[in-house]
């Protein structure tokens, strides 16, 4: 979690504070960035103009586009699906529109949101940056 005091409150556990200890997660992403996120997809799945969403974090094979249209293709109902597929250590973002979502997220649309996501990210916020892209796409979807 995030630096500062913290306290930790398992139940059912009777142990002093200090001898408590966070679970452990594996991932860039602490349980206060994963709740943000959770509520971010849950806001763009409710707000996003009847489109499914959807993030994927970690190492994309070459070539990256066909790595990300891969995953796409695996979605529950991919042509109205939109995934964003960020590789931190390969420095790669994409985002994958399905049939019907392009047409709710033109490329121009998309290449905005990950202009925006991309300054986050320099920024060290890859949390932060994924957020504003769901929730950038999913304001473009709504509108449309």
Excluded at 41 to 63: I, K, M, N, Q
């Amino acid at each position: 979690m995030a630096s500062g005091n913290q306290v930790a409150i398992v139940e059912g556990v009777d142990e002093s504070p200090e001898k408590v200890r966070e679970p452990m997660l594996e991932g860039p992403f602490d349980v206060r960035e994963l709740l943000h996120l959770d509520e971010a997809l849950a806001a763009a799945e409710r707000d996003g103009g009847g489109l499914h969403y959807s993030v994927y974090v970690g190492p994309l094979h070459d070539p990256v586009r066909g790595a990300a249209e891969a995953l796409h293709d695996k979605l529950a109902d991919p042509d109205r699906s939109v995934l964003i597929a960020v590789s931190p250590e390969q420095r790669q973002l994409e985002i994958v529109t399905g049939k019907v979502a392009q047409e709710k997220i033109p490329d121009r649309s998309a290449a905005l949101v990950v202009f925006s996501m991309e300054a986050a990210f320099g920024a060290g916020q890859l949390s932060g940056g994924i957020i504003t892209g769901l929730r950038m796409l999913a304001e473009t979807a709504a509108g449309s």
